[in-house]
């Protein structure tokens, strides 16, 4: 992001923060970063936390910020759009962040012609460890889409998609994604403790090794099957685990989940859409 844009954030929840302690610490000035809400306290909280310039009022915001980065629920995001209507410079970039909600949808609210990115983070972007993905639409221009892509970038890594339907398939893999392995980490620790293992002992087994495997899958030149395949001596331990989750059809549950989780995604951004 260049170092004179300014970049104001609608909505001061755990993802702002997340994006706004992202920028601050690869060097954006927090002189360049306004903030809005509805809750006061948070507010007070955040302008305690990161020294912004609040605001109450979201049309006051966005008339003195090049970007935009509408950081709501969903469910608000159209009263928010109407709102900031208004308001907005020609040239506003608008980077949405709001789950479900289309581009197209977001530039009727907000009148037609508007230069927006909309977004897929995930929450390990709390952790800066998230991984986010990106639509443009029409509008947006090469330098915008690099803003776009150093605001994200701060809490992690980016990825481009070239329709935005795709969008629908990175909700169901990276954005629901970390509840898959909570949920792994959770069964594998409870299986240790029905093997004997005290509860404190079978979570720290548990999570560490789900940590451990995560870093060598990032950090390998090998692909997630053939790691896997290097782990997995014949006849041994880990063949016959392995070979269990594929009898009771491991990776089609895994599809069949994802599918339902793509599914619900679109299902959510057609019924919100559809509001006026």
């Known amino acids: 992001m260049q170092n004179s844009s300014t970049i104001g954030f609608i909505g001061a929840g755990n993802m702002a923060y997340a994006i706004i302690s992202g920028l601050i610490n690869n060097g954006t000035s927090a002189n360049n970063i306004k903030i809005s809400d509805t809750n006061e306290e948070l507010l007070s909280q955040r302008k305690s936390e990161f020294n912004l310039e609040v605001f109450t009022d979201n049309s006051e915001l966005v008339e003195k910020c090049d970007i935009v980065v509408l950081a709501v629920k969903p469910q608000v995001l159209l009263a928010v759009c109407k709102d900031i209507k208004d308001s907005l410079n020609d040239n506003t970039l608008i980077v949405s962040i709001a789950a479900g909600i289309r581009s197209h949808d977001i530039d009727r ?3 037609l012609g508007r230069h927006i990115v909309r977004t897929m983070p995930n929450t390990p972007a709390l952790l800066n460890q998230g991984i986010t ?30 329709k935005e339907e795709m969008l629908d398939a990175v909700t169901a893999l990276s954005g ?12 594998m620790a409870k299986a240790g403790v029905a093997l004997g293992l005290d509860e404190n002992s079978a979570q720290k087994l548990s999570i560490q090794t789900a940590l451990g495997a995560s870093m060598m899958a990032k950090n390998s030149e090998d692909s997630p099957h053939e790691l896997r395949a290097k782990v997995t001596s014949p006849n041994g331990t880990t063949q016959a685990a392995i070979e269990y989750f594929q009898d009771h059809d491991f990776e089609i549950t895994i599809t069949h989940a994802m599918r339902a989780a793509f599914d619900k995604s679109h299902e959510i951004a057609t019924e919100l859409g559809e509001a006026e």
């Open 176 to 187: 629901s994604g970390p509840a898959y392995f909570f949920l792994m980490i959770e069964s």
């Open 133 to 162: 993905g990106l639509f443009a639409n029409e509008h947006v221009s090469d330098e915008q889409k690099s803003t776009a892509k150093s605001v994200l970038d701060s809490v992690g890594s980016c990825l481009w998609v070239d």
């Open 109 to 111: 609210w907000l009148g």
